[in-house]
Every structure is written in C-alpha cells, then in structure tokens.
C-alpha cells in the first residue's frame, strides 16, 4: 500500500534525524581517536563523512519537495 505524502514526509524526517545523530557521533568519535587511526582510516572516515552528507543533501532535497506537495504556495 503506497505510503501518503505526510507518512513519506514523517519517514524521510526521521531518517534527517537519525543521519544528523550518526554524524555528530562520528565526528565526536574523530575528535577522540583520529591520532591513533592509520592513513587509510583517516581516509575511509572522510569518504564515510563525504557519503553521510551526500545522503543528508538527498534527503532534504526530498523533503523540500514533499513539504511544497503538503503545503502548496
């Protein structure tokens, strides 16, 4: 059964949170233990951060759009 506009918004908002939750630990996470991590390490967590933001983009792009869906000007 295809979801209605309000439960894609409510699920696609969920999932902003939960990506902003992952990013700040993660970046907490860095600040404490990057100086022990190899190059490679360093260099898997910037592309993991680079892919996060990636996401986070997408999924405000999507949300723009259900919001104007939702709420027509």
Known sequence: MPKT????????ER???LYNEFDAAEKARFLLEWPLWT???RMEW???????ELMLRTLRKQRDFLL???KPP
């Not at 910037?46 to 996060?52: F, G, V």
């Open 5 to 12: 506009i309000q439960e894609q918004l409510e699920e696609v």
């Open 46 to 52: 910037h592309e993991t951060q680079a892919d996060n």
């Open 39 to 41: 190059v490679e390490e």
């Open 68 to 70: 104007k869906q939702v």
């Open 15 to 17: 999932d902003i949170r």
